[in-house]
């Protein structure tokens, strides 16, 4: 597992839509349970989603589900989240995450993106 690079931020309308990519490098990376959080100013960094190694599994927060997707592609080392019908709330610095652990959470994170900005302007 290499570095963690998120991209695909940026700034949109309320309802609007915007997919993020978390691209890696390393032989081992489509072992990894991925994921991702967010970190709004003065809030603490809170699960978003996560996606096992095969991509069968997904896990959304409950203020995203039905709204946000996440999918990989392993022969790219990349995992994406689809965010649809965004709201202002969702504006936040969203960072990617792996870990080997059979859960992901904030906790079990073994690594980190250096995050991307997205904010919703109402």
């Known amino acids: 597992q290499g570095q963690l690079v998120e991209s695909g931020g940026g700034v949109v309308q309320a309802g609007g839509s915007l997919r993020l990519s978390c691209a890696t490098a390393?032989?081992?990376?489509?072992?990894?349970?991925r994921g991702w959080f967010r970190q709004a100013p003065g809030k603490e960094r809170e699960f978003v989603a996560s996606?096992?190694?095969?991509?069968?599994?997904?896990l959304f927060a409950a203020s995203v589900k039905g709204r946000f997707t996440v999918s990989r592609d392993n022969t790219k080392n990349t995992v994406y989240l689809q965010m649809n019908d965004l709201q202002p709330e969702d504006t936040a610095v969203y960072y990617c995450?792996?870990?080997?652990?059979?859960?992901?959470?904030?906790?079990?994170?073994?690594?980190w993106g250096q995050g991307t900005q997205v904010t919703v302007s109402s």
């Open positions: 995450a792996a870990t080997l652990r059979p859960i992901l959470v904030r906790t079990t994170a073994d690594y």
């Open positions: 390393g032989r081992t990376a489509s072992n990894y349970r």
């Open positions: 996606i096992n190694s095969s991509g069968g599994s997904t």
